[in-house]
């Protein structure tokens, strides 16, 4: 396992989510002129809670105290998260003069436009990019597959090119939900796959998180059987919102 | 004022009668015990308590104390375990390390909920007197009545929720609970559809949330299904042994023993 320098993305990924979320829209309660505390009064409903209305007016004035950064507890463990994880999954020698090595590769920066076009070789629909990559930045751990070309004895001529990623979130500490697991069909059925989940699974227990679910799609429940994964283990589903219009 | 409090505490179908923002990400509402689900399936507790009470919903993080939060789970006989270690008494053991675990927990989740309520709530109180002879009320247990003062400082936690997200595709749902005196209120509902407008205030709508047998009904009247997808379910429960003869590396996970996959080797 070769230890590489930290990657901007996982420099953010622990700090993001350890940060303090204030994710509602906030109507500002700052008002910097007169006509904007008339506004803010219109918006709010001045009913039987007189007390609380000018409790926000004052605290619009005091600093704002809502937008706190919480620093996430700091252990050791946070500080091994963000280091990026790199080894050689497998090496061959082909026929033309080149070697190909395939690349373990976790907690490093991952290419959108790269990702965009692997899921279109596996058929998968189309996301809009600025989701990936949110999803990508937001993600726990993020693991991909490269294969790098070169001529066999140099560094001449490299070519890198993303051949499989997965990614988990989690909440640091118990639950962790492994998404989007996909490897590029022309290097299926070499044990990639299955290189790039068991490796997330062990990141996940080495770090005491035990909840490891996801959802499987009906062609790789097996797949992921054999992975010791159980399907509705003592009767736990998961069930998605569906918003009725 | 006081008619309004009236007709709240009687009408046995409406729920947050009166709405009032406290500040951006806190609101005062009004929660009322039904004599009967809608949802036949739903079992409500019959427990003793209070017919209408005042509730404060946060979703702000810093008012989830982790020692609040523990509490809750105490009471709720619940964990973060998905397979928790059940002691002699069938109930939920409380780990050396949750306390720790949970603040981490909490300041990693993406939205977190939490519900307060006034200490003398918790009580089993007959507050039907008060709202029934409404000219006998004091201007003090008036002014109380109308303008509560109820929240995180002077509050106990009695809901929670908490939701992880990528905050870009999708979210899990976790932890969702309400103190069992208050079940039945729409409580534990307002929690999840708290959880939901924020998070499809960010744009993520693939929603997902694990739960047992019996919480599926909870969750099916808060609007989750079964995925149209049909995808299956699936945790991480491969066994590992502590008699090894191997370099077999387990872990614990409430009552399960997990099997760390080795490494993989350079081939």
Known sequence: ?245 | MISAAASASSSSATHGVRRCFLDSTMELRWVTRRSRSRNPKVEIPMLPGPPSIPICISAKSSHADPRSVRDLFVDCDLSCHRFPKLGHDGRVVVEGDFLEKLGIALANSSVVVSVFCRPEDLVSGDSEAEVVNGRELGFGRLMSRVAPSVGPGNGKLIGFGRAVSDLGLTASIYDVMVTPRLRGMGIGKMVVKRLIRILTSKDIYDIAALCSESQRPFFQACGFCDDVLCSTTMMYTRRGSLDTSEDQLVKHAGRKLLLVPLPTLKR
């Open chain 1, 1 to 245: 396992m070769v230890p590489m320098a930290m990657a901007p993305s996982s420099l953010l990924s622990g700090r993001v989510l350890g940060g303090h979320f204030n994710l509602l829209n906030r109507t500002t309660l700052q008002p910097s002129s007169w006509s904007e505390l008339a506004a803010v009064r219109r918006q709010l409903k001045v009913g039987p809670l007189k007390a609380g209305f000018w409790e926000t007016i004052r605290s619009g004035f005091v600093k704002d105290e809502t937008a706190q950064i919480v620093d996430p507890p700091s252990t050791v463990g946070e500080e091994e998260e963000r280091l990026t994880e790199e080894f050689i999954l497998l090496e061959k020698a082909l026929p033309d003069g080149t070697t190909e090595q395939i690349i373990f590769s976790s907690g490093g920066v991952v290419d959108v436009y790269d990702l965009q076009a692997l899921c279109d070789k596996v058929g998968w629909p189309r996301r809009p990019l600025s989701k990936l990559a949110a999803a990508l930045k937001n993600s726990y751990l993020v693991a991909t597959l490269h294969s790098v070309c070169k001529l066999t004895g140099s560094d001449e001529g490299e070519q890198r090119k993303l051949i499989g990623m997965a990614r988990a979130t989690s909440d640091h500490a118990f639950n962790a939900t492994i998404w989007d697991v996909l490897v590029d069909p022309s290097y299926q059925g070499q044990g990639l796959g299955k290189a790039l989940v068991e490796n997330l699974i062990r990141t996940l227990l080495q770090r005491d998180i035990g909840n490891i679910s996801l959802f499987a799609d009906g062609q790789v429940v097996e797949f992921y059987r054999n992975l010791g994964f159980e399907a509705d283990p003592e009767g736990i589903k998961g069930m998605f919102w569906y918003p009725k219009f």
